[in-house]
């Protein structure tokens, strides 16, 4: 039987993709279905939708539905999948806090479906710290987003902000329609972020690793099935829904929370930016310029334990250990390098620049094993969580 997504249609001037993304749904064999916000109507007659779907279009939360009393109830279980395109900040700001007063925002807060949103809105809206809160809320909970792109806005303006193109959005559908359940009954264990080594109480030892790959990961291994254990250094997102998170600040934190999640993992995968080394006698109070000089002149370091590294020499033969090898140049022998001297079974090296890697939402990644090197294309940290997967599903086969 065919798939149905409902796609909920928000008022924006980038309505008039919508028809396209409901044809490439079409031609890959999903039914879909409509549901619109009022000001939606404003741009476009529900007649539209009704014709290319052949469906009827809800709208009004109390709108007849012949025979149908509850119909957010009966929308919300119909849907394999909930698409959600364009979405205005409005509405995502709703949906960020379960506010639902409409037909598609309740009908978003009844439903268990997966829910992709494609955002769309002027560039100033768009990076608006609101939004983007509301954004990473959203991600949070496993709501996957298909970005808005950057270039000439409707308003005038140019910027981040314009809905993905239709065909992009059609495919992160249809891939999510296929979510495999391959995790299930597997432990999988994250590490993410940065570790924090502190130099006395108000000064510290970090990098700007944002830990958006690590939860990236968490969140994948999760919609897989996995139960999953999270172990970050600080970061600003929030703890993924349905995931065991715990925190910790400096290397030898993390260690330890790490090595009592290793044992019961069948995958272990290592993606935080650990200090290599730490103050070697932190100083409870603040160092003094002045009376504190020699101390502040000359700061000794001393190793901190390499946790993949011991964790891998510790494994059993059925446990899967993963490394990322972060790299500004060669990605492809040194993640070789530390394949062998890490002896971890995959490494996924990314090569480090201004627009790759750190703090930003997408990547490009090559996988590294005793057998190949993959070259992926650029793509979200999502995706690449997902391709991650792919492979070490097949290896636990
Ligand atoms: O040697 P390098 O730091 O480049 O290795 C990166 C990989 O090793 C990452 O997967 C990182 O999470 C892991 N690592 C670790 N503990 C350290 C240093 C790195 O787990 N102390």
């Not at 007849?64 to 009393?69: K, L, M, Q, T």
């Amino acid at each position: 039987m065919s798939k149905t997504v409902l796609i909920g249609v928000t008022g924006c001037v980038a309505i008039y993709k919508t028809c396209e993304i409901i044809r490439g749904l079409q031609k890959g064999g999903v039914r879909a279905k409509v549901v619109m916000t009022e000001s939606a109507t404003h741009f476009i007659n529900p007649t539209l939708f009704r014709s290319l779907t052949r469906e009827p279009v809800a709208v009004g939360l109390f709108d007849d539905a012949p025979g149908d009393p509850i119909h957010h109830v009966s929308l919300a279980k119909e849907a394999d999948l909930f698409l959600i395109a364009p979405c205005t900040a409005n509405v995502m700001a709703k949906m960020a806090h379960g506010i639902a007063d409409d037909l598609l925002t309740t009908t978003a807060l009844a439903t268990t479906a997966p829910i992709v949103i494609a955002p769309a809105m002027n560039v100033n809206m768009y990076e608006n710290v609101a939004t983007q809160q509301n954004m990473e809320t959203l991600r949070s909970r496993g709501i996957e987003f298909v970005d808005a792109e950057s270039g000439y806005l409707a308003c005038g303006d140019e910027g981040k902000g314009r809905l993905a193109d239709p065909a992009v959005i059609v495919k992160a559908v249809l891939d999510r329609l296929n979510v495999k359940r391959d995790l299930e009954g597997k432990r999988v264990l994250v590490t993410a972020g940065p570790t924090v080594e502190p130099i006395d109480a108000v000064r510290f030892i970090s990098n700007p690793s944002s830990g958006k790959m690590g939860f990236a990961i968490a969140v994948a291994a999760h919609n897989r099935g996995a139960d999953v254990t999270l172990v970050t250094g600080p970061v600003s997102l929030e703890d993924p829904a349905g995931i065991e998170t715990v925190h910790v600040k400096t290397a030898l934190e993390m260690f330890d929370a790490v090595e009592s999640a290793f044992g019961e993992s069948d995958i272990a995968i290592f993606t935080a930016a650990v200090s290599d080394y730490r103050p070697a006698s932190p100083v409870e109070r603040k160092l003094k310029k002045g009376a504190d000089d020699a101390a502040l002149e000359t700061l000794e370091l001393v190793e901190n334990p390499d946790i993949l590294a011991t964790m891998a020499s510790r494994k059993r033969p059925d446990q899967l250990v993963v490394g990322f090898a972060a790299e500004t140049e060669n990605v492809e022998a040194n993640a070789r390098k530390k394949l062998v001297g890490k002896k971890a079974d995959l490494i996924v090296g990314n090569l480090v620049s201004h627009d790759n890697g750190f703090a930003i939402d997408e990547n490009e990644a090559m996988l590294v094993d005793a057998r190949a090197s993959k070259e992926l294309p650029r793509m979200t940290k999502a995706q690449l969580a997902c391709a991650i997967l792919d492979e070490l599903s097949l290896a636990l086969q």
